[in-house]
Each structure stands twice: as structure tokens, then as C-alpha cells.
């Protein structure tokens, strides 16, 4: 039962332009979300959170933002850079974290 | 500040063999948990310790993994007798608790250790 769903499993874009990563999910108990960043042979380092009384939350050039009535939250990276590349995980709280399957991205110098 | 440390980082045995994971949190984190993430998934929860005891072991195949945390700081688990489907990376991460100001502590992961199953 995949609470979390990442449906892109790859993305790639230009350094410079903006990445879109999105997540969706089934329980309306989660009440935290975060973005969790995974670079090969190292594990996830945490990259941005939300909690569920917010909509948006900025910190540099990442933003994530919350879409509850859709079970949706997107991040958004701009302007991406090549050290951007990596998996980035999508996760969701309420007892426990709850991961997505991941969403690879690849940003061409 | 130290991370979270793990051993061995690999690991390849034949099935129906055991296998050990170490595990040191980051000082002070009273929580620890141990992820299974297999190619192309996400990392899926085994079991949660908060200090001592166990919060969450629920989808811990309890028939052949077992973990334990000593004194509320290093954790192992152990797959014993391994199987193929059990290749994966394990990853250890731990929070500075359960809870934070209401809302859920940041999970901060170790390196992770690859089996691979033969």
C-alpha cells in the first residue's frame, strides 16, 4: 500500500531553468512533509519540510508547496544547478515517515 | 557534529546465511530507525526505537530479522536466515525525538549498508 507516490521516476532540465518534482499522497492524517535529497552511495539528507497548516515554504532556491485539497505537494528548484542532480525522496508524517519510490533528476550543464 | 554511522557499508552472502548491521546514532538522538530501501523504492520503515524500547516493528519480518538497541544508543539488526528478496540497502537514521514542537523530528540518515543476496 504506497502511501506516498512519486509518478516520475526521472527528470531532466537545463541549469539555469526550473525543476518541478511532484508527490502525491493518499492519507489526509499526515500532517508533515518533507524532501529529502540522495546522492549515490550516501543516504537521504534532508532538504526542505511543510507542515500541513502551511501551503508554501521557501528556504533559498527550493520551495515546496502544499496542495492538501489535492493530497499533492510539488518542490520546486530554481534556478537548478548540475550539483542539483541526485534522487530526491518525497516524505510524508503522521506516526511514522512514509517515503515515496523517488524521483531522479538530472540537471544538464 | 558526527552523523549517523553504519557498518559494514557491504555486505554479500549466500542465502540462508546471517548477517549483523551496526548502527551508531548522532549523540543525544533518542530515536533510531532502521529502513529497508530496495532498488527503485523508497526506504520502508522495519522498526522505530525510542531510547530503549521498540514504537513501531510492524512491518519487521520478525521470523528471521531482529533488532535490538543497547542502552538507548547503538542499535544492530540481524537476518537470520537471509533471503534472496532481503538484498537491499539498510539504512539507519535517527531524530532528536519523536516529536519536535509538534511536529515530526528531522530524520538524519546514515550511509546505509548494501547486501546483496546470492
Known amino acids: 500500500d504506497q502511501q506516498v507516490k512519486q509518478n516520475s521516476p526521472s527528470l531532466s532540465v537545463q541549469e539555469g531553468r526550473i525543476s518541478i518534482l511532484n508527490c502525491d499522497y493518499t492519507?489526509?492524517?499526515?500532517?508533515?512533509f518533507l524532501w529529502y535529497k540522495k546522492y549515490p552511495a550516501e543516504g537521504p539528507t534532508f532538504l526542505i519540510s511543510i507542515s500541513s497548516i502551511k501551503d508554501k515554504n521557501e528556504d533559498g532556491r527550493f520551495t515546496v508547496f502544499l496542495n492538501k485539497s489535492a493530497k499533492h505537494l510539488s518542490l520546486h528548484i530554481v534556478p537548478s544547478q548540475p550539483g542539483d542532480s541526485a534522487v530526491y525522496f518525497c516524505a510524508a508524517s503522521f506516526n511514522q515517515f512514509y517515503f515515496g519510490t523517488g524521483t531522479s533528476l538530472t540537471v544538464i550543464p | 557534529e558526527a552523523g549517523v554511522a553504519q557498518s559494514p557499508r557491504y555486505k554479500i552472502i549466500e542465502k540462508r546465511q546471517s548477517v549483523a548491521f551496526w548502527c551508531n546514532p548522532i549523540?543525544?538522538?533518542?530515536?533510531l530507525y532502521w529502513y529497508q530501501q530496495i532498488l527503485g523504492q523508497g526506504p520502508k520503515l522495519l522498526i522505530q526505537f525510542q531510547n530503549n524500547g521498540v514504537v513501531d516493528d510492524s512491518q519487521l519480518p520478525k521470523d528471521r530479522f531482529s533488532a535490538e538497541r543497547l542502552k538507548g544508543v547503538d542499535s544492530t539488526l540481524k537476518i537470520q536466515p537471509a533471503k534472496l528478496e532481503d538484498s537491499a540497502v539498510y539504512l539507519c537514521a535517527s531524530s532528536l525525538d519523536e516529536r519536535v514542537g509538534g511536529r515530526a523530528g528531522e530524520l538524519f540518515f546514515g550511509e546505509g549498508s548494501r547486501l546483496t543476496v546470492l
Open positions: 549523540s543525544g538522538h533518542a530515536t
Open positions: 492519507n489526509s492524517m499526515f500532517d508533515y
